[in-house]
């Protein structure tokens, strides 16, 4: 089935204590993306991929970093994490550049930083 | 700052109603996207056009690149389809960028 899974889906973590968020695909896309959403804000981009070690800022990627060795994985690192933080993720990929092919969303993480 | 525009913002329909969400945006676009997120939170890409109409069971969604508008409606609508409706603008660099979303509920 094709699918891109998020871990975890809940985490509650403290101030400061470095946190890794893990996305994976199976469907051997290019393009990989994370976003945070936001009550009243909806959802902005953090960071997005379009290939192997090709990574790029979105509109919010203050506090975050990305990495992508592997096509299929492309983890969210959050390396002091701060109450701003507090948010739901979502991680997404395509194909291609998503204005080409559909997108597939993974389930959220639900983060809370105390 | 807005890049995009949705309404309504709230939505209330019985059911079998005809319905229509509209979003309007300020950049320049490659595509645009029309996401679903049901109350668990998972999303669900339901279109990508870059221009004209697209249709898929009870759903069009149509795209007007000149007017920067775009519109996505619902025919003979159903409970089910009670869920927040998101346009996604994608723009010419690559970077996407989100409505804050329509929520519809469809009463029986």
């Known amino acids: 089935e094709a699918q891109v899974t998020q871990n975890p889906r809940y985490l509650i973590t403290v101030t400061g204590k470095k946190l890794t968020v893990t996305c994976s695909q199976n469907?051997?896309?290019?393009?990989m993306s994370w976003y945070r959403q936001d009550p009243g804000l909806g959802l902005r981009q953090i960071y997005y991929?379009?290939?192997?070690?090709?990574?790029d800022k979105g509109d919010v990627p203050e506090g975050y970093k990305v990495s992508r060795k592997e096509k299929r994985n492309f983890p969210l690192i959050l390396e002091s994490p701060s109450p701003n933080q507090t948010s739901l993720y979502f991680c997404?990929?395509?194909?291609?550049?998503?204005?080409?092919?559909?997108?597939?969303f993974g389930q959220g993480t639900r983060l809370t930083v105390v | 700052k807005n890049e995009v525009e949705q309404s309504p913002q709230n939505l209330t329909a019985q059911e079998g109603e005809f319905i229509t969400i509209n979003c309007s945006y300020s950049?320049?676009?490659?595509?645009l996207h029309w996401l679903q997120q049901h109350p668990g939170g998972g999303i669900v890409s339901l279109f990508m056009l870059s221009s004209g109409k697209k249709k898929h069971g009870r759903l069009i969604a149509t795209i007007n690149i000149q007017e920067k508008h775009s519109s996505l409606h619902i025919t003979a609508s159903h409970p089910r389809d009670s869920a927040v409706y998101i346009c996604a603008p994608l723009t010419t660099g690559n970077q996407f960028y989100f409505g804050t979303g329509t929520s519809l509920t469809v009463i029986p």
């Open positions: 950049v320049g676009i490659s595509a």
């Open positions: 991929s379009m290939n192997v070690e090709v990574t």
């Open positions: 997404a990929s395509s194909l291609v550049l998503p204005g080409y092919t559909e997108a597939f």
């Open positions: 469907m051997n896309h290019e393009y």
